[in-house]
């Protein structure tokens, strides 16, 4: 797959997720958010929990998939990163945290299950 359809895909995969997310409720706080360390995809409020959402697209389920594809080291760049984002916007740094991946897999998202993963790992 070409870079650009690869990045339309994803694109389309973190919108829907966000859609799904905020049908359950969540509150957008924010997306695509850059540091130094990484990004995070979405970070959203559920009632009084941040959540930091990592958005994982796959076309095949191919060495594990979406969901396979958050190792060691892309949770560790996720942790600093959620840190970054408590300390730079400390309105959020009392809340409890946690981090959710939603995994999808395939063409065309619309109309498709995708997997939540709620509190993916620990920090």
């Known amino acids: 797959m070409p870079q650009g359809s690869r990045q339309q895909a994803g694109q389309a995969a973190e919108r829907h997720a966000?859609?799904?997310?905020?049908?359950?409720g969540l509150q957008l706080?924010?997306?695509?958010?850059?540091?130094?360390?990484?990004?995070?995809d979405l970070v959203m409020l559920d009632s009084d929990t941040v959540v930091f959402v990592e958005v994982r697209y796959r076309l095949h389920a191919d060495f594990g998939g979406a969901?396979?594809?958050?190792?060691?080291?892309?949770?560790?760049?996720?942790?600093?990163?959620?840190?970054?984002?408590?300390?730079?916007?400390t309105r959020w740094a009392n809340y409890p945290c946690r981090f959710d991946v939603i995994a999808v897999q395939g063409r065309?998202?619309?109309?498709?299950?995708?997997?939540?993963?709620?509190n993916a790992f620990e920090c």
């Open 18 to 24: 966000l859609e799904h997310l905020q049908g359950h």
């Open 29 to 40: 706080l924010a997306q695509n958010w850059r540091c130094k360390g990484g990004e995070l």
């Open 67 to 89: 969901l396979g594809s958050i190792d060691g080291r892309k949770q560790d760049k996720l942790v600093l990163a959620a840190e970054s984002f408590l300390h730079k916007e």
């Open 108 to 118: 065309g998202h619309q109309g498709q299950a995708l997997q939540w993963l709620k």
